[in-house]
């Protein structure tokens, strides 16, 4: 069995090491560490492998303290320390900016995650004859868990007591609030269900159950609580994972937004951002597909008392070129696919005086960076670490025109 020296981690959190010239990726192998090596897969560009024996560990190196890390492929990270995962993140963006030419000078800040394990407010789980998990990564095989490390506890009080489900085959997701609340999420072929209510709401907050788009128990939303601020959230509306930096995220959008300035605030949710920027703004302008989404966003506005913002439904793409309005500012949140062409299009042609782009891929959000660059510079690159102990980097980065003639 081939012994390698590992070089790197590539952007999947995988060590990195060479053979015959031929790349080969190794999960849960760090850099400087010496490992004996089983290959795994092979094609003509690439190789992967497990490790049999870690003849030289590395210093950074830390016990996972979860007992599911080496099988389950949900955090990629959990055998080095927070910092160093941090400074992962990091060079993962230097080295983004630094291949696509994108000149950044300052420091890219990290803002970190007050509690790195037990964050998570929704996940979503397989159970399968009975038993419940995750699905083992890129494939469909069942890794029974009893916890998850980096979900909240009451999360994992659920998972503890999902026997009282009665579930045989079935997707789970589980969503928590500020309070510990649950809401239940079973989508399943079985019409037919049996969950021990009355235990289960002596175990678990429990606000409602969703079973195949009905309601079978309680509601279909609960409030979540921000930085003072209430926000309703219906079962398939999307809500930031992580409470800590989420509420971090508020304070630097709020910072950002220039006095009584108009705002157009796209990929909208279930209108937080928006809220968030009214206080400071003449006018809000929000945008989002999910109609749920969008009816929160409007009971959210009143809750809040945001009497300046204006909520569309529809698809970013096809909705934007239809505002006949102009904006300061631009607040953008897409999925991790990031803008299409029309709606970078659409900027171009606007041209506000900046834009707030959150991002949860820091690929497409270069790529579309690099789309705008001729009229746009980076002014901040923050990384927020809302995925704590897993590869995903989630970016705050605010881009502002560039001056006349540059
Ligand atoms: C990353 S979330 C951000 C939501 C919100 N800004 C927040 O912080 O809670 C992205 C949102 O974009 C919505 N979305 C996805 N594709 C869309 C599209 N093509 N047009 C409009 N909204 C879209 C999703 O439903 C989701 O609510």
């Not at 560009?45 to 099988?71: G, I, M, N, T």
């Not at 921000?226 to 992580?242: A, H, Y």
Request: with cysteine.
């Amino acid at each position: 069995m081939p012994k390698v020296l590992i070089e790197s981690l590539d952007d999947f959190g995988r060590g990195v090491t060479h053979i015959n010239d031929k790349v080969v990726f190794v999960p849960n192998a760090l850099p400087n560490e010496l490992v004996e090596i089983e290959i795994t897969s092979d094609s003509k560009k690439y190789s992967e492998a497990r490790v049999v024996k870690y003849l030289e560990k590395s210093k950074d190196r830390l016990q996972s303290l979860c007992p599911y890390f080496e099988v389950c492929g949900g955090c990629h990270l959990l055998h080095l320390s927070y910092e160093k995962t941090l400074e992962y993140k990091q060079s993962k963006i230097k080295n983004l900016l630094k291949k696509n030419k994108i000149n950044y000078e300052k420091e890219i800040e990290i803002v970190k995650n007050d509690n790195p394990y037990y964050y998570r407010n929704k996940i979503s789980l397989k159970v399968e004859n009975g038993k419940i998990g995750y699905y083992k990564e890129s494939t469909h095989e069942l890794i029974e868990i009893k916890s998850c490390m980096i979900s909240k506890p009451s999360i994992n009080e659920v998972i503890k007591n999902y026997k009282l489900l009665n579930l045989e085959n079935a997707k789970l997701t589980i969503r928590s609030n500020y309070n510990d609340e649950i809401l239940l999420i079973i989508e399943s072929a079985s019409k037919e269900y049996n969950i021990d209510l009355e235990q289960l709401k002596e175990k678990i907050k429990l606000v409602g159950i969703v079973y195949n788009n009905i309601i079978i128990y309680g509601e279909n939303f609960f409030y979540e609580r921000i930085r003072g601020k209430l926000f309703k959230v219906s079962f398939d509306s999307f809500f930031q994972v992580n409470e800590c930096i989420t509420s971090k995220l508020f304070a630097l959008i709020k910072n950002n937004i220039d006095p009584n300035g108009t705002v157009l605030d796209l990929y909208s949710g279930v209108g937080t951002l928006g809220i968030i920027a009214s206080s400071n703004s003449k006018e809000v302008y929000s945008v989002e597909i999910i109609k749920n989404a969008v009816l929160n966003g409007i009971s959210n506005a009143k809750l809040n008392q945001a009497n300046n913002i204006k909520f569309m439904l529809g698809d970013v793409s096809k909705t934007v070129n239809k505002l006949n309005i102009d904006f300061d500012t631009l607040i953008v949140d897409p999925p991790r696919k990031g803008l299409d062409k029309k709606t970078r299009e659409f900027i171009l042609k606007k041209m506000p005086k900046k834009i707030i782009y959150v991002s949860c891929d820091p690929n497409t959000l270069i790529r579309d960076i690099l789309e705008l660059e001729s009229i746009y510079e980076i002014e901040d690159f923050k990384i927020m670490d809302m995925f704590s102990y897993t590869y995903h980097v989630e970016s705050l980065c605010v881009l502002k025109k560039k001056e006349e003639g540059r």
